[in-house]
Every structure is written in C-alpha cells, then in structure tokens.
C-alpha cells in the first residue's frame, strides 16, 4: 500500500506522511532525566501518541530506560461515568503494607503488576518483589500477576540486549511472569 495521510490513530513513518514526531516533544528528555512525571494534554488527532510512541521507542534503544507507554483512550467512552472509567483504567489497590504499583481492570479480568528498580550498591529486587506481589494477589484473589525488574546499574547494559521475559512461581506458587528490562 502506498503512503497516504492518517486521521484515526498513531501513524508510522513506513505508511503515513508526517512531521517529525519527537518535534512536539523538545523538553521531555529533560524532564525525563531529572525523574519529573508529565502530562500530555492536547486536542484529539494532535499527534500525541504517535510523538510519545517514538520517544518511547529512541529512550528504550538508548538503553539508559525501558520505557512503557500506558494510555488511558479506552476512559474516553465513559466520559462521565467513573465506575465505567474504573473498570478500564489502571487503578493502585492499598492492600496490607504498601501499595501494588498497577492493577488493570477490563470487563472481568484483573492483572496485578509489581514494577520493581534495581539499582546500583542494591541487591537484587526479585525475592522482595516476589513477596510483595504475592501479598497484592492474595488480597485480589488472584492466582498470577506480573513483576518487572527495571536493571538501572550501570553495569547492565542496554536495555534493548537485556528485556527478556520467563515464568516464575512465587514463594507461596502462584505463577509469576517475569520481565527484566
């Protein structure tokens, strides 16, 4: 198929004319590298997600980051209902000490997810991330959940030579997946 304009949803450069994305974006590398949290908010077919798509692709292959992009689009056909907006947004549950770091909700399904640092002069997060997640599952009812490892020592490398994904089996056996990034 031949490059053609885009007005519904992200474009890629391979099909769709288009600006450079990360144009929109000047200062977010700043705000990136001095840990500041950011809010994206512009009118609909801006150019938002298509921009915060190839940031997120050039912060992961420069290996300093792993970076995830999380949208909330699937909120916008609740727009005033906010136990409709609950049901398929990211939503952080307080269960026993400390708080699980996301929960996604849609329809009937739940996935709880552990997001763990591991950072230099720290050991290892695995063992306490396991245990953390297996007290969220437990108060959700859950038989599985996700843990992932973000390696910020300095000694690991790219990210993009280092993600891998296996399945564990927590301290109390529930199934874990378990990525490191």
């Given at each position: 198929?031949?490059?053609?304009?885009?007005?519904?949803?992200?474009?890629?450069?391979?099909?769709?004319?288009?600006?450079?994305?990360?144009?929109?974006?000047?200062?977010?590398?700043?705000?990136?590298?001095?840990?500041?949290?950011?809010?994206?908010?512009?009118?609909?077919?801006?150019?938002?997600?298509?921009?915060?798509?190839?940031?997120?692709?050039?912060?992961?292959?420069?290996?300093?980051?792993?970076?995830?992009?999380?949208?909330?689009e699937e909120g916008q056909a609740f727009?005033?209902?906010?136990?409709?907006?609950?049901?398929?947004?990211?939503?952080?549950?307080?269960?026993?000490?400390?708080?699980?770091?996301?929960?996604?909700?849609?329809?009937?399904?739940?996935?709880?997810?552990?997001?763990?640092?591991?950072?230099?002069?720290?050991?290892?997060?695995?063992?306490?991330?396991?245990?953390?997640?297996?007290?969220?599952?437990?108060?959700?009812g859950l038989g599985e959940g996700w843990?992932?490892?973000?390696?910020?020592?300095?000694?690991?490398?790219?990210?993009?030579?280092?993600?891998?994904?296996?399945?564990?089996?927590?301290?109390?056996?529930?199934?874990?997946?378990?990525?490191?990034?």
């Amino acid at each position: 198929m031949p490059r053609h304009f885009n007005t519904a949803g992200p474009c890629r450069p391979e099909d769709h004319y288009m600006l450079p994305p990360l144009r929109r974006l000047p200062n977010l590398r700043e705000l990136i590298d001095q840990a500041h949290y950011f809010v994206i908010h512009a009118p609909r077919q801006i150019g938002k997600t298509t921009a915060l798509m190839a940031f997120a692709s050039e912060l992961t292959v420069a290996g300093r980051h792993a970076a995830v992009l999380c949208s909330a689009e699937e909120g916008q056909a609740f727009r005033s209902d906010i136990d409709g907006v609950e049901e398929v947004l990211l939503d952080e549950y307080a269960i026993g000490r400390g708080r699980m770091d996301l929960c996604l909700r849609m329809g009937g399904v739940k996935l709880a997810m552990e997001l763990k640092v591991w950072r230099d002069g720290k050991g290892d997060p695995l063992k306490r991330g396991l245990e953390q997640l297996d007290r969220y599952l437990e108060g959700l009812g859950l038989g599985e959940g996700w843990l992932v490892i973000f390696d910020q020592r300095t000694s690991a490398g790219r990210a993009s030579g280092r993600t891998r994904r296996e399945e564990v089996v927590s301290p109390a056996g529930r199934r874990v997946v378990l990525v490191r990034a």
